[in-house]
């Protein structure tokens, strides 16, 4: 069974910054497309970035130019790294393998 449990997340005025992290178990990490997803208040779930097995990535629009995401293998683990962070930038971030699990997410919340 697949666990993933993020961290990181934080209240942070903004223009600040914040590295989240995801840590992959069940799983053989090598071989996975790790996303990021987050979730506003009140709004659907939403994409954020990727990382294939490659290290190539892709961002939604608004996380392009502010957000990293990258992976170590040796330690099963995707990060998100977030500068320039806006108060819209608020929500609780959630990492996924592309399979049914998912972790209790980490809250993220920009101050004006």
């Known amino acids: 069974q697949v666990q993933l449990v993020e961290s990181g997340g934080g209240l942070v005025q903004a223009g600040g910054s914040l590295t989240l992290s995801c840590v992959v178990s069940?799983?053989?990490?090598?071989?996975?497309?790790m996303r990021w997803y987050r979730q506003a208040p009140g709004k659907q779930r939403e994409w954020v970035a990727l990382i294939t097995v490659g290290g190539h990535t892709n961002y939604a629009d608004f996380a392009k130019g502010r957000f990293t995401i990258s992976r170590d293998t040796a330690k099963n683990t995707a990060y998100l790294q977030m500068s320039s962070l806006k108060p819209e930038d608020t929500a609780t971030y959630y990492c996924n393998d592309e399979g049914p699990s998912w972790g209790q997410g980490t809250q993220v919340t920009v101050s004006s």
């Open positions: 069940g799983t053989d990490f090598r071989y996975v497309v």
